[in-house]
């Protein structure tokens, strides 16, 4: 099973970007799907999650300017970013605990996808 995450690029700071990470593979069920951030010099860090039945949760610093959501019919995850700012420059990964077809769990995390926002 993988993680393919796409959706990153360059945006003038107050712009808006889409990420979005499609599971695939012999994938019986997906528990909570995140998405985290790493920029050059930090830790990881997570940004939001959204559990297998919608519920999410959100970092401070991504509340009231990103929303997580899923579609369990394509096994993906999707985070809309708007009113970027420079500080949310960053490599975003997502990550899920994936159950496969043999009932075997794994913990995936998708490349990375880069964000740029400009001042």
């Known amino acids: 099973v993988q993680l393919q995450a796409s959706g990153g690029g360059l945006v003038q700071s107050g712009g808006s970007l889409r990420l979005s990470c499609a599971a695939s593979?012999?994938?019986?069920?997906?528990?909570?799907m995140d998405w985290y951030r790493q920029a050059p010099g930090k830790q990881r860090e997570l940004v939001a999650t959204?559990?297998?039945?919608?519920?999410?949760i959100y970092a401070e610093s991504a509340k009231g300017r990103f929303t997580i959501s899923r579609d369990n019919a394509k096994n993906a995850v999707y985070l809309q970013m708007n009113s970027l700012k420079p500080g949310d420059t960053a490599a975003y990964y997502c990550?899920?605990?994936?159950?496969?077809?043999?009932?075997?769990?794994?913990?995936?995390w998708g490349q990375g996808t880069q964000v740029t926002v400009s001042s």
């Open positions: 990550y899920a605990q994936i159950r496969a077809t043999s009932r075997a769990w794994f913990a995936v």
């Open positions: 593979g012999n994938i019986f069920s997906i528990n909570d």
């Open positions: 959204v559990t297998s039945d919608g519920s999410t």
